[in-house]
């Protein structure tokens, strides 16, 4: 028996934990390995970074390390957010929360050389330190997401302190962040990205995206048509975000008493609407974003050139900047094209050196909606 929840399984929404985490088998397996580590105390190769597109599924997998994590006896986990940390002393107070002190008398804290008080007068300790200080109790892990708004000092005194508590002590630092994550990284400097270790996180494969969508419905019971996921395969081009929005509609319209209570090719016709409403509405912050950066010729230019193919080397690429651009000047070119991986337009390919559409079918968007001139 179905029971037929009206809002649904799927979570079309950024940072929503899907209902089904499909295709990240991998990148989970690594992660337990880690943590398996971590848990007996074992050193830490390198500090791990996500990095890839916007509603790829950095921050659901991160949600799905927290909960590993937390199974995992004996680690701790913290979880900032750049927002949260601008400024070092900041970052502090925040890996050595109040809770912290108050499990310690003063003269354990003493032994760590650390007499300072968060709320207190007086500088705190250095994060080092307080990491040190923790890792040694209980093995510890640090994730953040968005790390590629993090405060460049703040988080050159994380990365240090990440480098040099991993030595000695449990820790392991997972960062996420879109692809200029690396630049920033290396605005921090020291080669911090080159040591670290770096996941991808793209599009889903073919089964991947099946098993995204169907394992929900199969869970609760409902079958769905074979042709459905078919369609859906192609219309969201392994795109997380697009699967969670079309599981969504076709739940909704599948559901009795107006639905058939199972999935079809009716059902798809009817959620369909929806669904170009829904990437309507997506694509149009995207042309928002590339219109105030003045961007749209260029991506406009890169578009057209992707319609023959959906992966393109660096020249080609360079050549359609160009032209979108107007102008041979090539650190302009090199702006631009920085720009549009930023946003996630384009996305670097790997290990094939080149580029492919951050998402497909907003090429077609932009070359049907961005002015021609
Ligand atoms: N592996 C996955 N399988 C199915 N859906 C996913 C997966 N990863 C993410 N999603 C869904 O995709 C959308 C975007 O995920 P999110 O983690 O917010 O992406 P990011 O942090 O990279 O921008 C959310 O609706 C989420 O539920
Ligand atoms: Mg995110």
């Given amino acids: 028996m179905t029971s037929w929840d009206p809002l649904g399984p799927f979570q079309p929404g950024a940072g929503g934990m899907p209902p089904y985490l499909a295709g990240r088998e991998v990148e989970q397996g690594h992660f337990r390995a880690l943590l398996s580590r971590l848990r007996d105390r074992g050193p830490l190769p390198a500090e791990v970074i996500l990095y890839g597109p916007r509603g790829n599924g950095k921050t659901a997998l991160l949600g799905w390390l927290e909960s590993a994590a937390a199974d995992v006896e004996c680690v701790e986990t913290l979880v900032l957010l750049p927002s949260e940390v601008p400024s070092a002393v900041r970052l502090s107070?925040?890996?050595?929360?109040?809770?912290?002190?108050?499990?310690?008398?003063?003269?354990?804290?003493?032994?760590?050389?650390?007499?300072?008080?968060?709320?207190?007068t007086g500088a705190p300790p250095a994060v080092d330190r307080i990491l040190?200080?923790?890792?040694?109790?209980?093995?510890?892990?640090?994730?953040?997401?968005?790390?590629?708004?993090?405060?460049?000092a703040v988080g050159r005194a994380l990365v240090n302190a990440s480098q040099r508590v991993r030595q000695r002590h449990p820790f392991l630092l997972v960062l996420a962040g879109t692809p200029n994550i690396e630049g920033h990284l290396n605005a921090m400097g020291a080669s911090f990205w080159s040591r670290s270790e770096q996941l991808r996180i793209g599009r889903l494969d073919g089964s991947a995206t099946r098993e995204a969508l169907v394992r929900p419905f199969t869970a609760h019971g409902v079958p769905v048509a074979e042709a459905v996921v078919t369609e859906v395969e192609r219309l969201s081009h392994g795109y997380p975000f697009f699967i969670q929005v079309l599981g969504d509609l076709l739940w909704k319209n599948a559901a009795p008493p107006g639905g058939p209570g199972r999935v079809t090719m009716g059902v798809l016709e009817a959620a369909l609407p929806g669904f170009e409403d829904r990437k309507g509405h997506y694509y149009r912050q995207r042309y928002e974003e590339l219109r105030k950066r003045e961007l749209l010729q260029v991506?406009?230019?890169?578009?057209?050139?992707?319609?023959?193919?959906?992966?393109?080397?660096?020249?080609?690429?360079?050549?359609?900047?160009?032209?979108?651009?107007g102008t041979t000047d090539a650190a302009a070119g090199r702006a631009a094209e920085?720009?549009?991986?930023?946003?996630?337009?384009?996305?670097?390919?790997?290990?094939?050196?080149?580029?492919?559409?951050?998402?497909?079918?907003?090429?077609?968007?932009?070359?049907?909606?961005?002015?021609?001139?």
């Fill in 93 to 120: 107070e925040l890996v050595a929360p109040q809770s912290w002190w108050d499990r310690f008398t003063p003269e354990e804290v003493a032994g760590f050389g650390i007499s300072w008080r968060p709320g207190k």
């Fill in 299 to 325: 991506a406009r230019s890169v578009a057209a050139v992707f319609q023959s193919s959906g992966f393109l080397n660096h020249s080609e690429v360079e050549a359609a900047i160009r032209t979108g651009l």
């Fill in 338 to 373: 920085g720009a549009l991986s930023d946003l996630g337009f384009i996305w670097g390919t790997s290990p094939m050196p080149g580029w492919e559409p951050g998402i497909p079918s907003l090429m077609d968007y932009i070359l049907e909606f961005a002015p021609a001139e």
């Fill in 132 to 152: 040190a200080a923790r890792a040694r109790r209980s093995p510890l892990l640090l994730i953040m997401d968005e790390a590629h708004t993090l405060d460049l």
